[in-house]
């Protein structure tokens, strides 16, 4: 599956996760201002991408795979200690030669929550 010139696409969890990330002031009502602007910012890096491993792994995104339970789930950095959880949404994920998530191959994704899970 290749997304040659296009972006990840970008689903959410549910109806109201969505209509919160597509108005401001839900957001900041939801989150605070300082995590809503982050938010809009990682979503902005995400958009854009043509897939994901073109999100940075370095701050200030910071886009690491999470562990346990929750490895086939994703994370980017919003405010300490925040992040913006999503995961690939593709069935069947895509898997690289090592057996772990080609991350080049991940061209859609949905978003999950924003949460402190530490």
Same mark, same amino acid.
């Given at each position: 599956m290749k997304n040659v010139g296009k972006n990840?696409?970008? $689903?959410?969890?549910?109806?109201k996760l969505r209509?919160?990330? #597509? $108005?401001d002031l839900k957001l900041k009502k939801e989150f605070g201002k300082v995590n809503a602007r982050r938010i809009q910012r990682r979503m902005i890096f995400l958009r854009a991408a043509p897939n994901l491993?073109?999100?940075? +792994?370095?701050?200030? #995104?910071?886009?690491?795979?999470?562990?346990? $339970?929750?490895? #086939?789930?994703f994370a980017v950095d919003v405010e300490h200690p925040f992040r913006l959880v999503f995961k690939p949404a593709h069935n069947p994920l895509p898997v690289s030669k090592d057996g772990g998530i080609d991350l080049k191959?991940?061209?859609?994704?949905?978003?999950?929550?924003?949460?402190? +899970?530490?």
């Open positions: 990840v696409d970008i $689903s959410f969890k549910n109806k209509k919160i990330f #597509e $108005s491993s073109h999100v940075p +792994y370095r701050p200030p #995104e910071r886009c690491h795979q999470l562990e346990g $339970s929750r490895r #086939e789930q191959q991940v061209t859609a994704i949905e978003i999950l929550i924003v949460e402190d +899970y530490h």
